[in-house]
């Protein structure tokens, strides 16, 4: 076992001189290019041409203006997909992904417990309930065996996430999605061109769902893009981000399932922006992952802190940087390393998101009133279970093993990490 004495004078714990006092620079990736773009939106008079009603052409229209259509067309030609529907949020994009595949009342969606909370909430909007299955300890992704023990006769849907930008075992998640005729929608909000053995993530299920989050590794400030081959699940897609109660009539569409009247349009002003950001994403991917490798490198001779590996044959894309802290190999915790190193003006968080079966939402299961819809009789007897316990890989690596940092992106640079490596050499002697 390691041995650290924490109670060195030369520590910034103990008073002694931090390693780092400069600040760490904010993710901004926005420059001239994005400043031109809103200036021309600025300058048409249009910051947003979408109109709520059945109407295809210009001026206005039910796919929005120039921009967001452009945004959509180029996200096609980038991730070579057939449709991709821009909503404003990955959040509004995962709650429509649901609601176009028709699922709800009486359904099941097996979700990760390890995750943004709108990836579990997703399915409640429309009724379904969510059933959590447990994570890989290597990359926070489902463990497809996992996944495959929560299976039941309700289960409609899995909703995947590509956790900390590294792909999911996607050949084993997708063969249990078609012996089971289930759904799978991907959430990539982390793993901007990342790759599963080749192929783009989000290419793989039915519905991939990508962020333009502040914090993402391109971004609008806010905003989302679905991608999808299903040229019914498209237009589903459109019709639940702009008021499509109002088009179904006038557009002779019959299915009307879930289709309720939802503004998630994205405006002219983000869909502009947007589409410089995905100009850069190569080249920000790019220095994202030098700096990765660099600092996996250097933190391999610390027994007790285990890097991310990503997956064999993938390409990861690392919206953060995941460490595992093993307590088994060294006599202090991960709270008191933790501590010290963060004294040394390095910025790591502990555990990352609390298990959602642990919110209230789940423990007093109820969203809307009267319980529902976990009282539904529909889900009577439903097979989701919020104890603590039911998922023990993440739980412990929530509350025992993981660290984050997130100095692995754009402005940082390798100077940078020699500070983050410093003072975890420094205090572990």
């Keep these: 076992m390691r041995q650290i004495d924490l109670s060195r004078p030369e520590l910034a714990l103990n008073g002694g001189t931090p390693v780092r006092r400069r600040p760490w620079a904010d993710n901004f990736t926005t420059g001239a290019e994005e400043k031109e773009a809103v200036m021309r939106v600025l300058d048409s008079g249009y910051l947003s041409k979408f109109e ?23 996200w096609c030609e980038y991730y070579g997909c057939r449709h991709a529907i ?11 992904s649901i609601g176009s595949l028709g699922l709800g009342l009486g359904d099941e ?7 943004m909370t709108a990836c579990a909430l997703a399915p409640l909007i429309y009724g379904a309930i969510p059933v959590f299955a447990d994570v890989e300890e290597t ?12 299976i039941s006769s309700r289960t409609r849907a899995i909703l995947v996430v590509h956790q900390f930008g590294i792909p999911a075992d996607m050949d084993r998640i997708m063969a249990l999605a078609k012996k089971h005729d289930l759904k799978v929608v991907e959430d990539c909000a982390q793993a901007h061109s990342a790759e599963y053995q080749g192929t783009f993530v989000g290419m793989l299920g039915h519905i991939g769902v990508f962020s333009l989050n502040v914090n993402k590794s391109i971004q609008s400030g806010e905003g989302g893009v679905c991608i999808t081959a299903d040229d019914d699940v498209a237009y589903r897609l459109a019709l639940i981000r702009n008021h499509g109660e109002a ?7 019959q299915n009307i399932t879930n289709i309720a009247g939802f503004n998630f349009r994205l405006t002219e002003l983000q869909a502009a922006i947007a589409r410089e950001q995905l100009k850069k994403l190569e080249g920000l991917n790019c220095h994202r992952l ?14 007790f802190l285990y890097p991310p590996t990503g997956r064999d044959g993938c390409k990861s894309t690392y919206y953060v940087y995941p460490i595992r802290f093993d307590p088994e190999k060294v006599d202090i915790t991960r709270e008191q390393f933790v501590s010290a190193v963060n004294a040394e003006g390095v910025k790591f968080y502990q555990g990352y ?37 039911i998922c023990p890989v993440t739980e412990s690596l929530y509350f ?13 640079s390798k100077q940078d990490i020699d500070d983050l490596v410093y003072a975890i050499e420094k205090v572990t002697g």
């Design 247 to 253: 088009v179904v009539g006038p557009a002779n569409y």
């Design 52 to 74: 709520g009603s059945h109407t295809p052409d210009p001026p206005f229209s039910f796919y929005g203006g120039p921009e967001v259509q452009a945004l959509e067309s180029e």
């Design 290 to 303: 030098e700096l990765v490798e660099g600092l996996s490198g250097r933190l391999r001779d610390h027994a």
């Design 353 to 389: 998101v609390e298990p959602l079966y642990l919110q209230p939402l789940y423990q007093k299961q109820q969203l809307l009133k009267h319980g529902f819809p976990f009282a539904a009789p529909e889900n009577r007897d439903h097979n989701g279970r919020y104890d603590r316990g």
């Design 400 to 412: 025992r093993k993981m660290i984050i940092n997130e100095h692995v992106r754009w402005p940082q």
């Design 109 to 115: 969606v097996i979700v990760s417990p390890y995750t």
């Design 139 to 150: 990359t926070g992704c489902l463990d497809p065996d996992s996944i495959e023990r929560n």
């Design 86 to 96: 821009s909503m404003n949020s990955a959040t509004s994009g995962l709650f429509a």
